[in-house]
Every structure is written in structure tokens, then in C-alpha cells.
């Protein structure tokens, strides 16, 4: 179980997903908590890319509801045909939203979010949660953090 994170010193993004993903794998290798993996790995990515949020939405009676987050107080219940979150999760596909007012029924949680990534976590074929990154700059999310962020959520889909 790892007690820090090593972080490089760089702005490459890739290089940063590539250092990460390694030791998230360790750190939730072996737990079978949900809550405590959710908790972790929003911690991780919050350290690593000081993201303004990161945290989860799982489903419950037919919403997102809110689980472990790092940053500002949170919207705390999503309809699935609300904002980013819910279209993610209808269309069971990561949703990367350079400039979030020009999202259609976009959810203002906070005013100082200007761009979001959410990615689907899926328990037997089906989406139970998605993972909700927002930036406080405009176009902060490309194909890197798509891709990093997925792989960290099939490492995650693992544990449950």
C-alpha cells in the first residue's frame, strides 16, 4: 500500500498519468471497499494535477448521488437527464466538455468551473457511477486525460 505519491515535476500530463496509474493500482490493490478506493484515488488525482474538483457520482434511485470528492462543496444529487454527469452516464461513453456554457443543460455547481471530463465505471456491463473532473480554466482536458482517466476506472472497476 503506498503511503505518498510520487509525483514528476512536469507539466506533461502524459508523464504524470504514467507515473500515477502504477501506484493508484497499488494503492487500491487488495481493498475491497468501495468508498475507501472512490476517497483515494479522488485524493490522488487531486495531488497530482490539482484539478479545481474530482469526485464521484454513484447511482441510487435512479440518480447520481454524490460520493467521495476533493474540492469545493458539490451539487449533491444529478438527475441521469441532467448535465454532464447524467449524459455521460446515458450514453455509458467518457464526455469531455472543453467550455462547460456551451454544454446543452450544463449543471452550475460552481460558477468557477469552465471545463469537465466525466468518465463512466461500469459493475457487470452496466454504468454505477461516473467520475467527474471539472477545471477552473477553459479547455483543460484532451485525449490524455481521457485516456489516463479511464484506465485509472477499469482499475478501479476491478475492485468491485
Known amino acids: 500500500m503506498a503511503e505518498t505519491l510520487v509525483i514528476p515535476t512536469t507539466t506533461d500530463r502524459k508523464e504524470i498519468y504514467d507515473t500515477l496509474i502504477p501506484q493508484i493500482a497499488s ?13 483515494n484515488i479522488a485524493g490522488a488525482l487531486k495531488q497530482a494535477f490539482d484539478f479545481f474538483w474530482v469526485g464521484f457520482y454513484l447511482t441510487k434511485n435512479n440518480q447520481l448521488v454524490l460520493g467521495p470528492f476533493q474540492g469545493p462543496i458539490a451539487c449533491t444529487r444529478i438527475d441521469f437527464d441532467k448535465g454532464v454527469c447524467g449524459y455521460c452516464y446515458r450514453i455509458q461513453e467518457t464526455v469531455l466538455v472543453p467550455d462547460v456554457e456551451q454544454f446543452p443543460g450544463h449543471i452550475a455547481c460552481s460558477s468557477d468551473s469552465k471545463s469537465e471530463i466525466v468518465v463512466p465505471i461500469f459493475k457487470d456491463g452496466q454504468v454505477f457511477g461516473v467520475l467527474d473532473v471539472d477545471s477552473n480554466q477553459l479547455n483543460d ?15 478501479l472497476e476491478k475492485t468491485v
Open 27 to 39: 494503492l487500491i490493490d487488495g481493498e475491497t471497499d468501495l468508498i475507501a478506493n472512490l476517497a
Open 141 to 155: 482536458f484532451s485525449e490524455t486525460d481521457k485516456e489516463g482517466l479511464e484506465q485509472i476506472m477499469r482499475l
